[in-house]
């Protein structure tokens, strides 16, 4: 079945340092793909979507690239801030014709100033 | 303008007990979904109603969990002789329709609730 691998946390930065989350997935088909981020105390937000090979999603200095070569959509932002810190979901819909999302496990960040 | 909206936020409750979860999606919305989400795991697929029949049940654990919409609004989730390993936070979603992109992949955005945490005692 369809299936999504991130990275594993938590992974601690400074403000301002270059971040890469890794995110490899199995799907039947051509899925759609996602990054969703969950805020301390909040409910998981939609970050940024690609829905087919070599789109690029981006949202608040946030990209991805759809990669069907590799199978992967690594979620990057060249310098982040401590309002960053929360937790990343890599995930994906619609391989093999399921609407359901499947989500990797979550990678937690922490930005310290 | 309103998200999606689950009540009760918390619920505890003793095993072997009956609850009922709630969810409001966003108005308009035809496509409502249910997951799981365990103590530092990501969500996980429990059920998906498009309008208001169960387009996709396949992530329900087991006969002792059932989801109604009767309307195609709300929705709930009902779980009967509630376990401990029950326990988890369970979110709804809702998006404007279930539909596919020319890939096959899923277009519409899933709009997440902020969950109800359930506790079994």
């Known amino acids: 079945g369809n299936s999504v691998t991130q990275m594993e946390g938590p992974v601690t930065l400074s403000e301002e340092a270059f971040l890469t989350i890794n995110c490899t997935y199995t799907?039947?088909?051509?899925?759609?793909l996602f990054w969703y981020v969950q805020y301390p105390g909040e409910g998981l937000q939609l970050l940024l979507k690609?829905?087919?090979?070599?789109d690029k999603g981006s949202n608040k200095g946030f990209e991805a690239t759809y990669r069907k070569e590799t199978t992967s959509f690594h979620l990057e932002k060249g310098s982040v801030q401590v309002s960053d810190s929360a937790v990343y979901f890599c995930?994906?819909?619609?391989?093999?014709?399921?609407?359901?999302?499947?989500f990797g496990k979550g990678t937690k960040l922490t930005v310290n100033p | 303008g309103a998200g999606v909206s689950q009540t009760p936020s918390n619920k505890v409750t003793e095993k072997g007990k009956y609850v009922e979860l709630r969810c409001d999606p966003i108005?308009?919305?035809?496509?409502l979904y249910w997951y799981r989400q365990s103590l530092g795991q990501g969500p996980e697929f429990l059920i998906y109603?498009?309008?208001?029949?169960?387009?996709?049940d396949s992530g329900l654990p087991n006969d002792r969990f059932f989801a109604v919409r009767p309307e195609g609004s709300v929705s709930t989730l009902k779980i009967q002789r509630t376990e401990r390993g029950d326990s988890a936070v369970y979110l709804c979603?809702?998006?404007?329709?279930?539909?596919?992109?020319?890939?096959?992949?899923?277009?519409?955005?899933?709009?997440f609730g902020p969950g109800t945490r359930l506790l079994v005692l």
């Open positions: 690609a829905t087919k090979a070599d």
């Open positions: 995930a994906l819909s619609g391989g093999g014709g399921s609407e359901k999302l499947v």
């Open positions: 799907a039947t088909g051509y899925p759609s």
């Open positions: 109603f498009q309008g208001t029949g169960a387009a996709d």
């Open positions: 108005s308009g919305h035809t496509a």
């Open positions: 979603a809702s998006s404007s329709q279930g539909g596919r992109g020319l890939a096959g992949g899923s277009l519409e955005t899933q709009y």
